[in-house]
């Protein structure tokens, strides 16, 4: 169960490398039903916004499907692991589980750089690392090895003029 709602999420991370965002997907899953109630991927550079993240934007849509910002009994499926920001909404959100496929050294807030699911906040959500991580770390590689190839001014994050 667990690689099929991984899955899901990677389809979402192709979804953003499509339109040239950092290929990362983001899935809750009511766990009682199975029934993925949330669902995002990288949109920071198509909106603009810091808070664009995947996991941001899946657990936003989770807490109005369902009707309040307690995610109870629901888990989060993601491709990276979450940064500082993503692992405060995962703890402020209740999501009980958090499965990630691959690590992230510069960034990882669940392990890599810190845990923040071990310090004393009022939740600890637990956490499953390395799920599909080949796969899951193959489509980053692959992505910022062809953004490497282009010519800077093509790039999606490319700094304004002066």
Known sequence: M??????CALAL???AWEIGEIPVGAVVVKRDTGEIVGEGFNL???DK?????AEIIAINKAS???GGWRLVGCDLYVTLEPCPMCAGAIINSR???VYYGADDPKNGSCGSVINLFELPYNH???MVSGVLKEECSLILTEFFTELRKKPKEKWNNKKPSA
Do not use: F
């Open 2 to 7: 667990i690689e099929k709602y991984m899955k």
């Open 13 to 15: 991370a192709k979804k």
């Open 44 to 46: 920071r550079e198509t």
């Open 49 to 53: 916004s810091p808070l664009a993240h």
């Open 64 to 66: 109005k499907k369902l």
């Open 95 to 97: 999501i009980e589980n």
């Open 124 to 126: 600890k959500p637990n």
